[in-house]
């Protein structure tokens, strides 16, 4: 078969993966986007490894540690979004980069208690 | 056109398709849902390049792992019909730097393989765990303790908020 078709979708995946990226307020949201960057990446190096295969395998490889890394990636930035929802009460990327004054913390702690 | 190529641009077009609708969905539970679509139609174009082992893993890690992952911080963080996506002018702005990098990776890309037919000879699952196991044991090794601090990391940073509240 012809690279061309996987290698197109993967530059597809990639800028819409950047429009996810740059379009969305919703923090979790923009991970979706870097999720898309992410496979883009992947679909690229599998492509690459089937059709000048290397002796040492290192597009199937490689995949598996993007595949990996992400994974530890997303945990971290699911975390630090939950903490952000906790004290701020919403995770909208527009808003203002100083957390919420400490009067206002009652009002949010509030919020906080759903999520337990 | 083989019978590869058909079968690629079909899988290739349902995940390109739920990709699009994943970046511009209102609902947030619904972008979520077909991300899932995205990634699993992924891993189906894995499977027809010919990289089983990948396939599965992308199915496992993404679809089993980390789409749950994603779906469950979207419910938590559900706080009333708030907007989730920027202002038109920075939207357009986005879809501009978007295709841009879609024109620009696309035709360096197919400028550098071309289209003329190949033959898919990638290695076997055999050679692949080889290969882990032996020239890339090292980076393996390594990225096992990534992950390990990875999960103390997130217990650490979710905990930390946590306690904050409770003493406010």
């Known amino acids: 078969m012809s690279p061309a078709l996987p290698l197109l979708l993967a530059a597809f995946l990639a800028g819409i993966g950047t429009y996810g990226v740059l379009a969305r307020r919703h923090a979790v949201l923009m991970l979706i986007g870097i999720e898309l960057l992410l496979a883009a990446a992947g679909l690229i190096l599998v492509t690459v490894g089937q059709f000048s295969p290397d002796p040492h395998a290192s597009g199937a490889v490689l995949t598996l540690f993007v595949i990996t890394i992400a994974a530890a990636e997303i945990v971290v930035a699911l975390a630090v979004i939950m903490a952000m929802f906790r004290t701020r009460g919403e995770v909208d990327l527009t808003g203002e980069a100083q957390p919420a004054a400490p009067e206002e913390q009652p009002a949010n702690s509030g919020a906080g208690t759903v999520t337990r | ?168």
């Open chain 2, 1 to 168: 056109m083989t019978s590869r190529d058909v079968l690629f641009a079909a899988v290739g077009l349902i995940t390109a398709a739920a990709a699009v609708l994943a970046v511009t969905n209102r609902r947030v539970l619904h972008a979520g849902l077909w991300l899932v679509v995205s990634l699993g139609g992924l891993a189906g174009c894995y499977l027809v390049l010919g990289a089983e082992l990948v396939a599965l893993v992308q199915l496992l890690v993404y679809v089993g792992a980390v789409v749950v992952l994603v779906l469950f911080a979207l419910m938590l963080t559900r706080s009333g019909g708030g907007e989730v996506d920027t202002s038109p002018a920075h939207r357009w702005l986005a879809a501009g730097v978007g295709a841009g990098m879609t024109v620009l990776l696309g035709g360096a890309l197919v400028a550098a393989y071309g289209w003329d037919t190949r033959e898919v000879a990638g290695p076997g699952n055999e050679h692949i765990g080889e290969e882990i196991f032996g020239t890339w044991v090292w980076p393996f090794e390594l990225l096992s303790l990534l992950l390990l601090a990875a999960l103390v990391t997130a217990v650490a940073v979710a905990t930390t908020g946590h306690s904050r509240d409770r003493a406010a």
